[in-house]
């Protein structure tokens, strides 16, 4: 009667969407991340090598958007990319029923 619905499969991009809003609401308005206020840390670059005093810097844009993609968008795809090379790995071996149940 009652049919249990699982979301395992949508996993990887619940996951990275956590990411991206925990990556929102701290790397780009320059906070820390939540454990990164517990220590009492925050991500920010040295300042150049010929300046007087090396003092840490906000970072910019680009560097935001190179966190985003490190923390969030490369392990999804690695994620989709791995299941993918599975899938049709299994699509090789004539296990056609077993095909059925995955999502590729």
């Not at 996993?11 to 990275?16: D, S």
């Not at 939540?34 to 906000?58: C, D, F, I, M, W």
Request: charged content about 25%.
């Amino acid at each position: 009667l009652w049919r249990s619905f699982s979301f395992e499969w949508l996993r990887p991009e619940l996951e990275a969407l956590v990411q991206a809003v925990i990556w929102r609401y701290s790397v780009w308005e320059d906070k820390p991340t939540p454990g990164g206020a517990l220590q009492n840390v925050t991500y920010a670059r040295l300042g150049r090598a010929g300046e007087a005093k090396a003092s840490p810097k906000l970072l910019d844009r680009r560097q935001k958007l190179a966190a985003l993609a490190v923390g969030a968008v490369l392990p999804w795809f690695l994620v989709r990319l791995r299941g993918l090379a599975q899938c049709l790995a299994d699509r090789g071996d004539g296990l056609g029923e077993a095909r059925l149940h995955h999502r590729c």
